[in-house]
């Protein structure tokens, strides 16, 4: 499968508990972006690299998120002491600059 | 920023019939306007785009019209099939950078 894969697929946790969330972008696209999706609504963008470079970061992404993109290829998002409110689909995708951005098949988090 | 409006929320249509999804943008700079199908449980998939440079964009069953002047964009779905069942989303975004959605219109072919 060369599309853009996402671990883990579920996430259940309690609140107060960091977690960390990894995105394989489709092999060779430089841009790789980050969205939430809470249930009934489109995706929120929160953050985007190109290459190892985060270029953009939304309001939405409070300090308790972090992102990071080392040698440009996988992308890691960890929540630090989470909250009933992240509870979401957390969602990534890739793109050539300027172009299409194909998404994966998402991490959905439960903060109980 | 941009913001996105999307209507209808549900629509549904028979079989074979077409349907029409229509959104609004805010931001007169917003050049590219992708529309995604969101199944359940799956990450949305693109169906088509259009960028700001043309007025309309066909593929098979599926069309896409942009009105500048206006900002508004539609989705047209002709011959509608049972797996054309989904949540489409439309988008919008200055230079295929960050994506603002609409809400989501769920649709529903009746057999």
């Known amino acids: 499968d060369t599309g853009v894969s996402q671990d883990p697929r579920h996430k259940i946790t309690k609140r107060g508990q960091n977690v960390t969330f990894r995105c394989d972008p489709i092999?060779?696209?430089?841009?790789l972006y980050w969205y939430r999706q809470t249930l009934g609504q489109g995706p929120e963008f929160l953050t985007y690299?190109?290459?190892?470079?985060?270029?953009?970061k939304s309001r939405l992404l409070s300090d308790r998120f972090s992102a990071e993109r080392p040698k440009g290829s996988f992308s890691t998002l960890e929540i630090q002491r989470t909250e009933q409110g992240d509870s979401a689909m957390y969602l990534c995708?890739?793109?050539?600059?300027?172009?299409?951005?194909?998404f994966g098949p998402g991490t959905r988090l439960t903060v109980l | 920023g941009e913001n996105v409006e999307q209507h209808p929320s549900t629509l549904s249509v028979q079989e074979g019939d077409s349907a029409v999804i229509k959104c609004t943008y805010s931001?007169?700079?917003?050049?590219?306007f992708p529309w995604y199908k969101q199944e359940l449980g799956k990450g949305p998939q693109l169906i088509i785009d259009?960028?700001?440079?043309?007025g309309e964009k066909k593929d098979q069953r599926i069309a896409v019209t942009l009105n500048k002047t206006a900002k508004h964009f539609s989705l047209h779905i002709t011959e509608t099939q049972p797996e054309d069942s989904a949540v489409y989303f439309c988008?919008?975004?200055?230079?295929?950078?960050?994506?603002?959605f609409g809400t989501g219109t769920r649709l529903t072919i009746i057999p």
């Open positions: 931001d007169s700079a917003s050049n590219y």
């Open positions: 092999s060779e696209h430089n841009r």
């Open positions: 690299f190109q290459n190892e470079a985060q270029l953009e």
């Open positions: 259009i960028r700001s440079n043309v």
């Open positions: 995708a890739s793109s050539f600059v300027d172009n299409e951005q194909f």
């Open positions: 988008a919008a975004s200055l230079g295929n950078e960050k994506l603002t």
